[in-house]
């Protein structure tokens, strides 16, 4: 009878041991499609090293449903996006203070186009861009060139400007050199500087705003030792 209490001990011991221990699981989600969320995909697996109290799992979705469900608590977080245009419509998500990616826009033509600076340049020419790109295929309709050709898929535009069809395409500067590798494309180039150029941040649900300090801390490291340099440069050399 006397063994009781110490079992007891025991069993409470572990529990609140278990309870310590326990990782936090945070499943985060893009709408970004390969080759940005596999640089995303390789930037959270280092985050998930760092930070032994969390596992962090990571998914493709459809760019809309990834911020809707992320919003509604359903999944815990999106990566990544531009916060004073996201958190106007959804107000449950708030950014990690540390950008770890910026998007470019760039303007692809074949290596005897003249540069392009600025989107104003391509009024007399023949443009194209991609459905879903949003920034960019605004910014070309602003601008109401000569010709607008918006299609469904990077490689489409890239087909078009092989074969002379149109003279600048603007389209995500890492989602350009996939569709050229892909397509096996010679001739064709990204104009530097990109005509847009914008850091994007992880946006947790405020359910997690405690981990955000150690997020920052986490993503200010990887930085400053290299670590998103190096797995950048790696993604470049891989397209």
């Given at each position: 009878m006397k063994i009781k209490p110490y079992i007891s001990i025991i069993f409470l011991f572990f529990i609140f041991s278990f309870q310590a221990t326990a990782e936090t699981k945070l499943h985060i989600t893009t709408g970004f499609t390969?080759?940005?969320?596999?640089?995303?995909?390789?930037?959270?697996?280092?985050?998930?090293?760092?930070?032994?109290?969390?596992?962090?799992?990571?998914?493709?979705?459809?760019?809309?449903?990834?911020?809707?469900?992320?919003?509604?608590?359903?999944n815990d977080g999106e990566c990544c996006r531009i916060p004073l245009i996201i958190t106007r419509q959804y107000k449950n998500l708030i950014p990690v203070n540390h950008?770890?990616?910026?998007?470019?826009?760039?303007a692809f033509a074949k290596k005897n186009r003249k540069p392009i600076e600025k989107f104003?340049?391509?009024?007399?020419?023949?443009?194209?861009?991609?459905?879903?790109?949003?920034?960019?295929?605004?910014?070309?309709?602003?601008?109401?060139p000569a010709e607008t050709h918006i299609v469904t898929t990077p490689e489409q535009m890239f087909q078009m400007l092989d074969k002379d069809r149109i003279d600048y395409g603007i389209v995500g500067y890492?989602?350009?050199?996939?569709?050229?590798?892909?397509?096996?494309?010679?001739g064709i180039r990204a104009i530097d500087p990109p005509l847009i150029e914008k850091p994007l941040y992880i946006m947790l649900h405020i359910k997690h705003k405690n981990l955000i300090p150690e997020f920052n801390k986490v993503i200010l490291n990887m930085k400053n030792d290299g670590t998103i340099n190096l797995l950048y440069n790696q993604l470049l050399k891989s397209l």
């Open positions: 390969p080759p940005v969320s596999d640089f995303y995909r390789n930037i959270l697996k280092e985050v998930d090293k760092r930070m032994p109290e969390l596992s962090i799992s990571f998914e493709v979705l459809p760019a809309e449903r990834s911020l809707i469900l992320s919003n509604q608590g359903v950008s770890f990616f910026s998007a470019r826009f760039s104003s340049e391509l009024k007399p020419y023949s443009v194209g861009s991609v459905e879903g790109w949003k920034i960019a295929v605004n910014k070309v309709k602003e601008v109401e890492l989602s350009g050199l996939k569709s050229i590798s892909n397509l096996k494309i010679k």
